[in-house]
């Protein structure tokens, strides 16, 4: 009986393999940068999220920033709360940036998740920043000081005191200078009270930072020259305010009505000033 087999030459299983290889290889690739993609998009969804949260918390502490007594200290304790729900979305962002691996030892996985985070920094980065801001604008009102990038750090981490993510001196300094704008509105919300001690010393904390911030190259940071102009601005503002605020209290220290209306024009004229440089931008 004759073999109907038929056998194949040697080269063109050779060229099958190849084509098998090549698939299989462009499948895995394809696979990879399918699931690169759906990282990408879930870090955006939850730096966005960190965002949103932290210019509500921001929002919380302005409208009780210039409360006294018990008010202010319950809207402190509130805003660490409000903390302390942005800081969940911190561990949801190590939980994404983790390899999960079947049988993976925990100290590979944290040099995993390590090495990720510089690799989706850019995704991550937005919502860290503004966190900051809230952060350091929450301590400021709790200590009236700048807070440490240490401090940051221990904040961001979990209970173990493994970082949730790991905060640059980059992101720490951007942070840090959106500060001041919540710094002036702080300051002229103060003075709309009758508060005369914190627009004074707002605006030499102010001062202070940005002459800090101004040594710094724009080739080291070219992000921040932008922002130290916004800085610039609110300085000047604060400044204004001072000193018709200066002025006043000597001419009308024992006339507080008329001192209260002169803090009202002064505030008026700065936002009028404000209004207007941006409109000619």
């Known amino acids: 009986m004759a073999n109907t087999d038929v056998i194949m030459p040697e080269s063109s299983l050779t060229a099958m393999s190849r084509r098998q290889h090549l698939a299989k290889?462009?499948?895995?690739?394809?696979?990879?940068?399918d699931s690169d993609n759906e990282r990408r998009e879930?870090?955006?969804?939850?730096?966005?999220?960190?965002?949103?949260?932290?210019?509500?918390?921001?929002?919380?502490?302005?409208?009780?920033?210039?409360?006294?007594?018990?008010?202010?200290?319950?809207?402190?304790?509130?805003?660490?709360?409000?903390?302390?729900e942005i800081w969940v979305n911190f561990g949801k962002i190590r939980d994404e940036l983790r390899v999960r691996g079947a049988g993976m030892e925990s100290d590979k996985d944290e040099k995993a998740g390590r090495e990720a985070f510089w690799r989706?920094?850019?995704?991550?980065?937005?919502?860290?920043?503004?966190?900051?801001?809230?952060l350091s604008f929450l301590w400021y009102l709790e200590h009236g000081t700048l807070i440490p990038l240490e401090e940051v750090q221990q904040t961001?981490?979990?209970?173990?005191?493994?970082?949730?993510?790991?905060?640059?001196?980059e992101d720490y300094i951007l942070g840090m200078s959106d500060l001041t704008g919540e710094l002036m509105r702080y300051a002229t919300n103060a003075l709309s009270t009758g508060d005369h001690g914190t627009p004074l010393a707002v605006c030499e904390f102010v001062r202070t930072v940005k002459a800090h911030f101004d040594g710094i190259s724009p080739q080291m940071l070219y992000k921040l020259s932008k922002k130290q102009?916004?800085?610039?601005?609110?300085?000047?503002?604060?400044?204004?305010?001072?000193?018709a605020l200066r002025l006043r209290l000597i001419e009308f220290a024992d006339r507080p009505e008329i001192l209260a209306?002169?803090?009202?024009?002064?505030?008026?004229?700065?936002?009028?000033?404000?209004?207007?440089?941006?409109g000619d931008e």
């Open 261 to 278: 209306q002169m803090a009202k024009r002064a505030l008026e004229d700065a936002a009028d000033n404000e209004g207007g440089g941006r």
């Open 42 to 84: 879930r870090l955006i969804i939850l730096s966005r999220s960190i965002t949103q949260l932290s210019k509500k918390l921001i929002f919380h502490l302005h409208r009780g920033a210039t409360s006294l007594g018990p008010a202010k200290e319950k809207t402190l304790t509130e805003g660490r709360k409000k903390e302390r």
């Open 156 to 169: 961001l981490s979990d209970e173990a005191g493994e970082p949730l993510v790991v905060v640059t001196p």
């Open 229 to 243: 102009d916004e800085t610039q601005r609110s300085l000047e503002k604060i400044e204004k305010v001072c000193y």
């Open 120 to 134: 989706w920094n850019r995704q991550v980065s937005p919502g860290l920043e503004e966190y900051i801001e809230g």
């Open 25 to 33: 290889t462009f499948e895995s690739y394809r696979a990879e940068l």
